[in-house]
């Protein structure tokens, strides 16, 4: 039994991914349409699951040529641990930069000081967030 195909429509629907990102997709590789109906792209159903997976990799900030590195010469899914690993390491440095912009923030908006600049914890506040450029 041969399996359903999705036209282009279709999988934009299903995915949340508009049309022209879909070509996109397409163009550099990462998805491949099986036919065309028309004008329509024809895609197999795994192609939502595919889709899905790059959108995982983009929420990790991969980048596109990171995630096809990712899929193999067949498609089909070829995990890079140690680059993932790498990955993890950057958004627990990002979280803690962020962490310490939200605490200068919130005492800039807080503190009871005239100036902020001799405050002794926003002064602390700027040294750590210096170290962490």
């Known amino acids: 039994m041969k399996e359903k195909t999705l036209d282009i429509g279709e999988v934009a629907k299903l995915s949340g991914f508009s049309a022209a990102t879909l070509r996109y997709y397409e163009q550099r590789g990462l998805i491949k349409a099986v036919a065309r109906k028309g004008l329509r792209r024809q895609f197999?159903?795994?192609?939502?699951?595919?889709?899905?997976?790059?959108?995982?990799g983009r929420l990790a900030n991969l980048s596109l040529d990171e995630i096809a590195d990712m899929f193999g010469e067949k498609s089909q899914l070829e995990i890079n641990r140690a680059k993932l690993r790498l990955k993890a390491q950057e958004v627990d440095e990002q979280i803690t930069r962020l962490k310490a912009t939200r605490d200068s923030l919130l005492h800039v908006a807080e503190c009871p000081a005239e100036h902020h600049l001799q405050c002794p914890k926003f002064q602390k506040l700027m040294r750590v967030a210096n170290k962490l450029k």
């Open 44 to 56: 197999d159903g795994a192609v939502v699951e595919k889709l899905t997976l790059i959108s995982l």
